[in-house]
């Protein structure tokens, strides 16, 4: 089999692609819900509910183990790689958004003072995750990858 076709056909990438790619959706749907406002740019950002990323490592992490087995050394990796992503999503990724919003008010305290010539732009705050934003994720992915592997 060619590399192109054994891309297009490697169903544990193309599981946890999907489960992303649905959760961005599921965020901008729920924007749209809570807020009544019509924000397709969410599509692209990271923070918010629910985490993609979660979504995104929790189903391959599911796809190998409904392959491979919880004893495999694959699921080990990935699952290993898995946790480290959530850990840094709800620790260093959220620390950074906090800082950020603690930084943007620090600047519109200066600018009040400054005022001429004082512009910088703001920060990002939307940056990492709220615990039950993960959680979400995870379920998005686990549900992806069963409907994948199993039900498919």
């Known amino acids: 089999m060619n590399s192109f076709a054994e891309l297009l056909s490697n169903r544990w990438l193309w599981t946890a692609v999907l489960s992303s790619t649905g959760a961005q959706v599921i965020k901008v749907m ?3 819900m809570f807020e009544g406002r019509w924000r397709p740019e969410k599509f692209l950002e990271t923070g918010g509910m629910p985490s993609s990323h979660s979504a995104m490592v929790s189903a391959l992490a599911t796809g190998v183990a409904l392959t491979e087995g919880l004893g495999s050394p694959l699921f080990a990796a990935a699952s290993t790689f898995a946790l480290i992503v959530m ?9 950074s958004g906090q800082q950020a919003r603690l930084i943007n008010e620090l600047v519109e305290e200066l600018r009040a003072v400054v005022r001429e010539g004082f512009a910088p732009k703001p920060l990002r705050v939307l940056l990492g995750h709220t615990y039950l934003e993960v959680l979400v994720g995870i379920i998005i992915g686990v549900l992806a990858a069963f409907l994948s592997f199993r039900w498919l």
């Open 30 to 32: 729920l924007i749209l």
């Open 87 to 95: 850990y840094d999503a709800t620790g260093v990724r959220h620390s």
